[in-house]
């Protein structure tokens, strides 16, 4: 498989997300095995999909697990439903799942805390059938907004992401302007500034945009970057994406955050899923 070139590797910041990759394992373990494949940063979708409210027994768990690795926690989701699955984000659905994000969001910023984690993930939610969209729109701004408040109380940022139409059809935020929309919005309702565009860039492959466009526009709102190869959302070099030219692209439009490694290992281990990467540009710098 193809290497990524080790100069555009070396200006950049990995990190592993455990929700995607090494999912062989149980939860607690995946921590270790990120460290042992040369990873020193992680991230993470909301562990418990069932439960926005886990017992403090389970956080400290998985608090320790990450300490013991020696890795860092770099992007955490607040509670989004069911993900992997049907689900793809609770703030924006009436009734009990607003309900749960809003009772997740200080957990969530909690835990980031603990762990000097400051980048919050919010995804926006389906459209519901029967559902006013401008009624859900309203909701989801009410939800970010406390949840912007909740990400600079910690000193974090709130990731806003944009999914793909083909995978995510009742999702509404697909496409780089969709996203970056809601981000001035919350912007401008709160005064922080502190909500962020999450670039996925297999995301927004999926959706046909013009990648070197949307990066030369959007760099500068941009709080996160999450790479995959397309078709198939493999790793680097599985695919026809030119990651490596993009996250140059990024870095030379002044990006100089971390790149979540949020791709599916195929019919291998995880730990085999990173030759593209030479193992002296895993840990962080």
């Known amino acids: 498989m193809p290497g990524l070139d080790w100069g555009t590797a070396a200006e950049q910041r990995f990190n592993v997300n455990l929700s995607i990759l090494f999912t062989e394992l149980p939860l607690l373990e995946r921590p270790a095995a990120a460290a042992a494949a040369g990873f020193t940063a992680v991230e993470l979708w909301w562990p418990w999909v069932d439960s ?91 939800n970010l907004v406390l949840a912007a408040r909740a990400a600079d109380r910690i000193g974090a940022i709130l990731l806003i992401e944009t999914l793909n139409q083909p995978e995510s059809p009742r999702y509404p935020l697909v496409s780089a302007p969709a996203g970056v929309g809601i981000v001035d919005k919350v912007n401008e309702a709160t005064g922080l500034g502190n909500a962020r565009f999450l670039m996925d860039l297999y995301h927004l492959s999926m959706n046909g945009e013009d990648l070197p466009r949307m990066i030369a526009a959007y760099a500068a709102k941009t709080g996160h970057v999450q790479i995959a190869d397309n078709p198939g959302r493999g790793a680097p070099g599985t695919g026809t994406l030119p990651l490596e030219e993009l996250l140059g692209r990024l870095r030379k439009a002044g990006y100089e955050g971390w790149v979540g490694l949020e791709y599916k290992p195929g019919d291998r281990p995880s730990a085999e899923a990173f030759d593209w990467l030479p193992a002296e540009a895993r840990a962080a710098r």
Do not use: H, M, W
């Open 52 to 142: 926005p409210t886990p017992d403090q027994s389970e956080l400290d768990a998985l608090k320790k697990a990450i300490e013991d690795a020696g890795v860092q926690l770099r992007g955490l989701n607040f509670y989004a439903g069911q993900l992997p699955g049907p689900d793809r984000g609770a703030l924006s659905i009436p009734g009990e799942e607003s309900e749960r994000f809003r009772a997740n969001i200080d957990v969530a910023a909690d835990f980031a805390r603990s762990l000097g984690c400051t980048a919050l993930n919010a995804l926006y939610g389906n459209r519901v059938e029967g559902v006013d969209p401008a009624e859900q729109d309203a909701l989801a701004l009410e």
